[in-house]
Structures are given as structure tokens and as C-alpha cells.
């Protein structure tokens, strides 16, 4: 499963608009991913680590409507210097960073019609 995780992250990373693209268990954790080439993190691995957290509690938080609004797509939150993109995947969370100019519906249809190469 990690060499799929993996694979999906390398097809999401070589899209330009894209920062950063991981995995993260149900706990937050980081199970695979990476930042883009050349890109600076805009935050430490403190900071990234409480926001992993924050996303995998609202996207645990928001399947308790599933049944009656129907499962969520994905969430994305635009600030001013990023937009972060959420996926359920499986039993994990996808975890998306773009350019702040990204067009977010088009984008985050493009991940989802992203599918690794079995090998």
C-alpha cells in the first residue's frame, strides 16, 4: 500500500502548482509524502505536524454527516500564502498544499483522477 501512497504523491507533485502532497494515518501522522523541488516549507515539522493533526480531526468530524449529506469529495481552505486540499483515502487522509492562485475545483478534480501505476 506504502508503494501506491508513494506513487500517488509523485503524480500529485509533478503537477506546478503544487507544494507539498502526503499521507497521513488516522492519527496525523505522515506516512509518506514530500514537498515539490525547491519549494520552502512555510512551516516547521512542529507546526506541520499539529496541522496533519487538525485536518484528520475535521475529516473524522464531517464523516458523521456522510449519511445524510453523502460522503465529502475533499476540502480545501484558501489562505493568503496557500490552499490545502483534504481527501479521505482509504483508511488514510490525503493532504494537499498548492500556489494560492491555484483554481481549487479544477485542481482537486485533477488529484482525484490521479491513479498510480500498479508495478
Known sequence: MSDELRQKCELILKEPEIRFAGFLDMMG????????????????????????????????TRQDFDERLGPVEYAAARRKNVV?????YGDNVLFVSAEPNVDIDKTAKKIMS???VSS
Do not use: Q, W, Y
Not at 33 to 60: C, H, Q, T, W, Y
Not at 84 to 88: E, K, N, Q, V
Open 84 to 88: 490545502t486540499f483534504t481527501f479521505l
Open 114 to 116: 490521479l491513479n498510480p
Open 29 to 60: 501522522n505522515l506516512i509518506v509524502g514530500s514537498f515539490s523541488d525547491g519549494i520552502k516549507p512555510l512551516k516547521n515539522e512542529e507546526e506541520r505536524k499539529k496541522m496533519f493533526i487538525e485536518a484528520v480531526l475535521r475529516i473524522r
